[in-house]
């Protein structure tokens, strides 16, 4: 019953497994802001491309509808 007792003692200041357990908590909450910012991120270029596709469409429609485009059109 000593022996198990010591043992038992022994394992319950054993910190080892808490260093770990810390580990993988400092590495979730960076996850989750690298996430949060990829995130943010994201919806900012979503935004750049949908105005550059935007402004290259009404270029192109301009150009190919405009006179001096048809005349270069026929030569």
Known sequence: MKSFCRIAAR???????????????????????????????????QGMWNSMNTSLATGNNTTTSSPAAAG???N
């Open 11 to 45: 394992w319950w200041r054993n910190e080892r497994g808490q260093d770990v357990a810390e580990y993988c908590l400092i590495t979730a909450l960076i996850a989750l802001v690298a996430l949060g910012i990829f995130w943010h991120v994201s919806g900012g270029m």
């Open 72 to 74: 270069l059109a026929g």
